[in-house]
């Protein structure tokens, strides 16, 4: 048993020792989850549990209660904001977001509204507050935002992508445009998180989950740019501490060194990076959050420990880890199967 | 003008010094072409073009005739061999690939036969054969196979797929039965390509399009000793000449040095790593293939010279570089545009 007020994340975030490994996993707060689903039937919707704070709350403490895990993150969208700049989210069964008004043109952009989070995304805040409540300080509570390049995506191509054709067209054709809507974006983006600090958030991370689509001078110009400013932006301290950055570029692995200058203080790290690649390059200079491939979930129990401990190894000794998955989730995962592998991480010790 | 027989693509692939760097455009024959969907609508279906010789040997030519290519490709599939193998390939339209028997089990795997290409793949070594003889060697032509573990997503997901979970469970669950199907998988692949050779195919080409899905330590075990194994048994020459193998491991851009050990001559990159730094891990001892965004097909003129050029420069003086894209054309890209990124790569005089 931990003592109360278990802070082994946010330590491990800023490469302090802890006796052990802390763990989180994306999107732990899911569909895997029986109680979840039942959660999601009674809301009706997707953006229906996301915008009810006393349903959110539910839902992201689901995982803290079921499992001994180190860190709660607030159960919501990367797209909270262009939702609040009345873009018309819709959430299709089984076929993901979509914009019924995507963002094109100079004048689309233009008429965009800059959300004010104490009114627009007010439901998030309030989530936040409760959350940090029900608590009680057992774990910390992580929020988070998308990356101005990853929310882009989305307006621009008024859904999921594969290719990104339309966006992509505005980098070559358009780049003036698509810098004002990034730089709304990420404006947007530090008072949104700064109220998310300002009510509770211990941590707060960036998901940039399609900078990886990006060529490499690209990523340079049209993402990582725009989470530098925000993070410059936001509040370095709240309740004494330090509220420790993550950012996570998925299928960025290639690219850590470039988070080395802006502000962050930990980067996330998909299962196609090897730790001890990634460790070698950021040296002690990043903590690392990673990196199991989410299908190991699938594995035998015993094949499943392996996987862990060998991630566990490829950190190394030292502090500076925190486990998690290389991505989200997957909603066909056996619950039984998360408790084994936060077991398997908690008995590690090797540090 | 060149000379009749213009081979700086063989010579390029093996690091011999060429007067300019050679040019083609993964799916050069594709649906951007107004008289590829011609074709198309006249053969009725997708797999009904690549079944019959000579249609699959017009638009094979197709953009031969148009552009001053440096190279044909052989207008096929990735999926010929298992089609061959009988599990009910099917292109719906808009919806990619599906086999009506998916393979699952050791049962199924056990089940599926070793395809002879002198009869059940016929079709391909007769279009090759016509391919070579109308190209009246105008430029080499390239033969092509899918790596085993990227054919084996398509069989054993049923189709395409975004995460893989049947086929990685089977990672996690079954691996010796998955170890068995690409066994068979590498096996056809020799028989296939040699068969390509024979028919007249000057260089092949591995598509190893979804090894990037994988962990770098599943990368080692499942893709790459597959395509070694594939490399090893085929023919090396051909009319007298060596026949260069080219990989391409789609996502792969951080592992290119696992490529230096397996036989093959040059390795594909795709628009998310910098040729520069690609060429400082593998030195001379590759060729590169690549690697321009495809989306820049969209930039007006000026900014298509440009970054036509940044690809040019990143790649450096000397030889051993192949202009290509990082991925495939993509249907709506405007033929001129492909006229003006070949003229631009012809242009540039720089080694």
């Not at 947007?188 to 960036?206: C, D, F, K, R, S």
């Not at 370095?236 to 501490?241: E, I, K, L, V």
Request: proline share 7%; charged share 25%.
């Amino acid at each position: 048993m931990e003592a109360a007020g278990n802070d082994l994340l946010l330590r491990a975030l800023l490469r302090e020792p802890t006796p052990r490994r802390p763990v989180w996993l994306m999107r732990q707060a899911g569909r895997y989850l029986p109680e979840y689903r039942e959660a999601r039937a009674r809301a009706g919707s997707f953006m229906a549990l996301c915008t009810n704070p006393q349903l959110a709350c539910e839902v992201t403490l689901q995982p803290i209660e079921r499992y001994p895990l180190d860190a709660a993150i607030l159960f919501s969208d990367i797209l909270t904001i262009p939702h609040a700049m009345r873009l018309g989210l819709e959430f299709e069964a089984g076929e993901g977001p979509r914009f019924a008004h995507p963002v094109r043109t100079a004048a689309d952009i233009a008429r965009l509204p800059l959300p004010d989070p104490g009114t627009d995304l007010r439901y998030v805040i309030d989530a936040v507050a409760l959350i940090r409540r029900e608590l009680h300080g057992r774990v910390p509570l992580i929020g988070f935002a998308g990356s101005p390049w990853t929310v882009a995506t989305y307006m621009v191509e008024g859904g999921g992508s594969k290719l990104f054709p339309a966006i992509k067209r505005m980098i070559y054709a358009a780049p003036r445009e698509l810098h004002r809507l990034l730089e709304l974006l990420a404006r947007a983006t530090i008072l949104y998180l700064n109220a998310q600090i300002g009510a509770g958030a211990q941590a707060v991370m960036l998901f940039d989950t399609w900078g990886g689509a990006l060529t490499p001078a690209h990523y340079e110009e049209f993402s990582l740019p725009y989470m530098a400013q925000i993070l410059d932006g936001l509040t370095r301290h709240a309740d004494g501490r330090v509220v420790p950055r993550i950012v996570f570029t998925k299928g960025g692995g290639a690219w850590l060194d470039k988070l080395l200058a802006i502000g962050c203080d930990a980067a996330g790290v998909d299962w196609t990076t090897d730790l001890a690649d990634a460790r070698a390059r950021v040296g002690d200079r990043l903590a690392l959050q990673g990196n199991l491939d989410p299908a190991a979930l699938h594995a035998p129990p015993e094949v499943l420990d392996a996987e862990v401990r060998r991630v566990l190894e490829s950190f190394g000794r030292g502090p500076g880890h925190v486990f998690n998955l290389g991505h989200g989730i997957t909603p066909d995962v056996d619950p039984q199967s998360v408790a084994r592998l936060i077991e398997a991480v908690r008995r590690y010790r090797l540090d």
